[in-house]
């Protein structure tokens, strides 16, 4: 079970959530997700919640490989009205923003948003840490290596689940140390990472179980799933529910997905493989 205070309201997981994947952008990886007008996004949102998600995450710039980096200002001007808006029409909803930008991790919060996404887990701005201190919020920190611009350009590891770990051991006593009290580790499924160390990571994805933190996987649509299976993204959600049911069985505690009412049901079938009362769980 883990707690977490999320500006001032005390959320608790204990069996694995999902959260949903809000993309405000024009260049997603995943055709599908790319959401531009209000409308739209807040009935993927009111979608997500009524099929059960813990979390949205809200995201103003692609991070995909080779994607083209946009400025602060401009990321704030896709999401901070749209958190904004979600917030008073859905003021029961978790949620997350998706940036690696500090600048607008407390634009966002300020406007709704109750924890912060960052892909870089402070590498690339070097005021993250500092500034989601600061806001009092959970941090999600993602380990990747590179940037979204290089990273899939020639990966590299001697371990990499090894490194993964001595990266969140070094990572997550700098965030305790600046004041952050709930984080949440991400391994980075596909962030500067090959097919053959994705899969080896989610093989041993449960050795980050000694950090005690909760675990989010990544894995929705991704090109390790499209790419090994000879598909599209579009085609990807079978695949998705396959890597997700052996992500929960490595000690996953946060689903991050496109699909959210799949992911649910995967959860609710991995609670009754093990024997567990899914109704008294999950409602």
Known sequence: MFTFNCKGRIIEI???VVMGIINVTP???YTVSRKNTQDEI???????????AFFLDFGGQ?????????TPDEELSRVIG??????????????SIDTYYAKVAEQAVEAGAHLVNDISAGNMDENMITAVAELKVPYIAMHMQGTP???????????????VLDFFIVKTAECKSAGINDIIVDP??????????????????????????????????????????????DEALNGTTVLNTLALMNGANILRVHDVKEAIETIKLYHSYRGENVLELLG
């Open 14 to 16: 204990g069996e694995p």
């Open 188 to 233: 980075g499924f596909g962030f500067g990472k090959t097919i053959p160390h994705n899969f080896e990571l989610l093989r041993n994805m449960a050795e980050l179980k000694i950090l005690d933190m909760p675990i989010l996987a990544g894995l929705s649509r991704k090109g390790t799933i499209y790419k090994t299976l000879g598909i599209t993204a």
């Open 62 to 70: 692609s991070t995909r490989p080779g994607s083209q980096k946009i």
């Open 27 to 29: 260049d997603s990886f």
């Open 42 to 52: 807040f009935r993927q949102c009111e979608k997500m919640l009524e099929q059960g």
């Open 149 to 163: 611009q290089n990273m899939q350009t020639s990966p590299d590891y001697h371990n990499v689940t090894l490194e």
């Open 82 to 95: 749209i958190i904004e808006a979600a917030h008073f029409r859905f003021p029961e909803a978790l949620l």
